[in-house]
């Protein structure tokens, strides 16, 4: 069609310039869509490396910290394990040593009575008796132990009983008084205070109590030859006490008289400090031709049992014995039973807890557990409501104990995995900077290349040209498909369109205008108008093809068809021409009074 020129009319519709002024720009990528997949790809990827480093870290962290406060617990369990085996062998071993040493003094007893002696039971005296007894007590490690040896002297004996105490006690002291080096004690004052005859406590309380001879029949059982000369519990002296008269000496004596078998059990006994502790009283018996002439008493308290155990780095223990018969004591003037009594050991000593089982339960599966006695008598020669006690000994760790194999080596290792995480990190942080510097100057390039693309092609051309360059592979030779073909050498980008209107708008009185003007203002006037053009021309959607010095060229119908493209163009060209009347009026103030006059012709084509 033939070129047609179109003058502002009043018939057609005003331009509105604040319409046009908030009209968006054309458009303009601010960066490609495969950059800004790129970035929020890379974003995405930080992320996810971050968290799966910190649930590394953190499993990692919590895994060392296991495994050493593990092998830690594994150490200690072990360490116990070692350390109550020691400790229950020793024990029993010095349980041994008691019974085996008290079996040996009463065989050299019985055969020294019979080949050195012409006497016979009861009236029999064991030479050197203190120092053999001192002997035991080192072999036993109980020094605070009590030795006593005590015939059996039947009713028709009694009578000659004191007559032989008198005769043979004078030697019995002065050996003692040798061997113990007590240089208070005369032969003399002992006499003096000795009591020749068989006799029991009567009413009083200790030493207020009342001396009575024993007058009932049978068999007594005195208190004989003892080491040391005081007893080393009360402080008194108990010489030609009957034992019979305590019960539980006297049932102990009716089970060594029946099984002629040594026993054990279990007492209440007071210190010089009116302490009251557990104590236990081994009874060995004295055999002469198959009979029963006497018994040897081996007294001594589980405390010092304990303290003497001589174990380097023994601590934080529990030692438990648990007794298969009642032990009996007195609480508040009310008899009571129990079967276990529990001590706290270590290297430095030992200290009686009661007649309870106090250990941690927690600690149930550290048990190191021994039978210490074992008498192993026949029971069925037993009386009823006679018992022989099995003793068994349960040793248990404390957290004191548990403590000294703890370490700070959980916390460090832990610290040291936290600190790799902490480097690594940094290093990451750090690659991540420099890498992300350099892929901010690759994305602004990109930026700036899609601007250009974005300003020289349309929408669909443009994003034709980013798919083949993605699909050729062609990463940073984005202009080089600038040219309208697919890569270098390849086929044009070439389409066709029949339904279009084109349209072409020059500046009437231009030349003369610019002649007259310096470059700048000439810069001015076209860069406004055509600015203006442009926003409209979006608006219309119509597509800017090109300006050419004074001409600016557009088209409607493509690259995205329009059936309206004509219709697009006038309201176009309408809007134009009152755009350009209503610039060259406000610019005449700058570019001079004949700006205004300049005016628009516009030449339509379909």
């Known amino acids: 069609m033939g070129k047609s020129t179109a003058e502002s009319n009043a018939g057609m519709s005003q331009y509105d310039e604040s319409t046009a002024e908030d009209s968006p720009e054309p458009v303009e990528r601010a960066a490609p869509a495969v950059a800004d997949q790129e970035e929020k790809a890379v974003a995405r990827s930080k992320l996810l490396f971050f968290f799966v480093l910190l649930l590394a870290v953190c499993g990692a962290a919590t895994a060392t910290y296991l495994v050493m406060e593990n092998e830690e617990y594994n150490d200690f369990r072990d360490g116990f394990a070692s350390l109550g085996s020691e400790v229950s062998t020793v024990a029993g071993q010095k349980v041994d040593q008691m019974f085996t040493a008290l079996d040996s003094f009463s ?45 059996v002297v039947q ?45 029991r406590f009567g009413p009083g309380n200790g030493v207020e109590a009342s001396i009575e001879k024993i007058e009932r029949s049978g068999p007594v059982l005195p208190l004989w030859n003892m080491y040391p000369l005081a007893d080393p519990f009360l402080g008194l002296m108990t010489l030609n006490l009957d034992m019979l008269e305590f019960l539980e000496t006297a049932n102990q004596f009716e089970t060594t008289s029946l099984t002629l078998r040594p026993s054990l059990n279990f007492a209440q006994v007071v210190d ?27 007294r001594f308290r589980w405390v010092e049992f304990f303290q003497n155990l001589n174990i380097d780095g023994l601590t934080g223990t529990i030692a438990i014995l648990r007794s298969s018969c009642n032990i009996g004591y007195v609480d508040f003037d009310e008899f009571a039973s129990n079967k276990e009594v529990s001590y706290s050991i270590d290297a430095s000593g030992a200290v009686f807890l009661g007649l309870l089982d106090a250990h ?38 404390t957290e ?17 995995v936290v600190a790799i995480f902490a480097f690594t990190s940094l290093v990451f942080l750090l690659y991540d900077y420099f890498v992300g510097r350099r892929q901010r100057k690759f994305v602004n390039r990109i930026v700036r290349q899609d601007q250009i693309v974005s300003n020289v092609f349309p929408a669909a051309i443009r994003d034709r040209l980013y798919g083949h360059e993605k699909e050729g592979s062609q990463q940073g030779n984005l202009l080089a498909t600038l040219g309208g073909r697919d890569g270098p050498g390849g086929a ?32 001015i006037l076209l860069e406004t108008i055509y600015g203006a053009f442009d926003r409209r021309a979006y608006r219309h959607n119509v597509f800017k093809v090109e300006t050419v010095g004074d001409c600016y060229v557009a088209v409607a119908g493509l690259p995205e068809p329009d059936k ?43």
Request: hydrophobic content about 40%; glycine content about 4%; aromatic content about 8%.
């Open 564 to 606: 309206d493209h004509v219709m697009a163009v006038c309201r176009f060209a309408r809007d134009c021409v009152q755009i350009m009347k209503d610039i060259t009026l406000k610019l005449e103030v700058s570019l001079g009074p004949d700006t205004s006059e300049l005016d628009l012709r516009v030449g339509i084509h379909r």
């Open 492 to 523: 044009p980008l070439a389409d066709l369109f029949l339904e279009t209107t084109i349209v072409f708008a020059d500046i009437a009185g231009f030349t003369s205008w610019a002649s007259a003007r310096e470059p700048a203002q000439v810069f």
């Open 155 to 199: 009713e028709e004996e009694r009578e000659q009983w004191p007559s032989f105490v008198l005769e043979s006690s004078p030697l019995f002291y002065q050996e003692s008084i040798d061997n113990e080096g007590n240089k208070d004690l005369t032969v003399k004052d002992i006499m003096n205070i000795t009591i020749p005859f068989v006799w």
């Open 272 to 298: 010089t400090a009116n302490q009251f502790e557990i104590g236990s009283q081994i009874m060995q018996p004295i055999i002469e031709n198959g009979i029963l002439v006497g018994i040897i008493l081996l």
């Open 107 to 151: 065989l050299f007893i019985a055969s020294d009575a019979e080949t050195n002696q012409n006497s016979s039971w009861p009236f029999v005296t064991i030479p050197k008796f203190s120092a053999k007894s001192e002997k035991i007590a080192e072999l036993t490690g109980l020094e605070r132990s009590e030795i006593v040896v005590s015939p």
């Open 360 to 397: 941690n339960p927690k600690y149930d599966d550290h048990v190191v557990s021994r039978v210490v006695v074992d008498v192993d008598v026949d029971e069925s020669k037993l009386p009823d409501g006679v018992c022989v006690p099995k003793v068994t000994l349960d040793l248990y760790p």
């Open 400 to 416: 004191e104990l548990e403590k000294t194999f703890q370490t700070s080596k959980p916390e460090l290792y832990m610290g040291v």
